[in-house]
């Protein structure tokens, strides 16, 4: 038996957009990561590089179906996993998003790293929302690379 992480929200914004939001590196770096290698692409390997706690991740994108699916494994708990994020249409201007991710053990340190990674997806739909929505970037000053974000603090 593993153990399993699913978000999900609301985003007052057309799935096309939202879509584009996610796969798109230029665009994520607004409200998710530092930078991005690439587009997701199914079949590619991107990087996604996060200043903020000096991590750089593969990700290894396995599907892509435009407005709908994004499918990737990646390593950010330590252990590979497989990532579903689902985009439904509700309405012309509303999506919801599902995350779903999976492949920790049932086991302490497995359930430890599915409650860390179901903290960094409500972070990341709470990050997106935010910008799309009212164009709110509250990554801002994390890493301290932006023009005026405060320095880091060392210690």
């Known amino acids: 038996m593993n153990v399993e992480v699913n978000v999900k929200d609301r985003v007052l914004r057309p799935v096309d957009e939202v879509f584009a939001a996610i796969v798109d590196p230029d665009r994520m770096s607004r409200y998710f990561l530092t930078h991005g290698s690439g587009p997701l692409k199914a079949g590619s390997t991107v990087r ?5 706690v000096g991590r750089s991740l593969a990700v290894d994108v396995t599907q892509v179906e435009p ?26 201007s509303t999506t919801i ?10 086991d302490p340190q497995g359930v430890r790293r599915a ?21 709110i970037k509250l990554r801002r000053g994390r890493t301290g690379s932006e023009p005026g974000a405060p320095a880091r603090r060392a210690g």
């Open 48 to 52: 996604w590089d996060f200043e903020d």
């Open 67 to 92: 407005d709908h699916q994004i499918d990737f494994e990646w390593a950010a708990s330590g252990v590979k996993a497989h990532v579903t994020i689902v985009l439904e249409a509700a309405g012309a």
């Open 97 to 106: 998003v599902s995350i779903h991710e999976a492949g920790w053990p049932l």
């Open 115 to 135: 409650l860390e990674q179901t903290r960094g997806w409500t972070d990341f739909l709470c990050c997106m929302k935010a910008y799309l929505q009212h164009g």
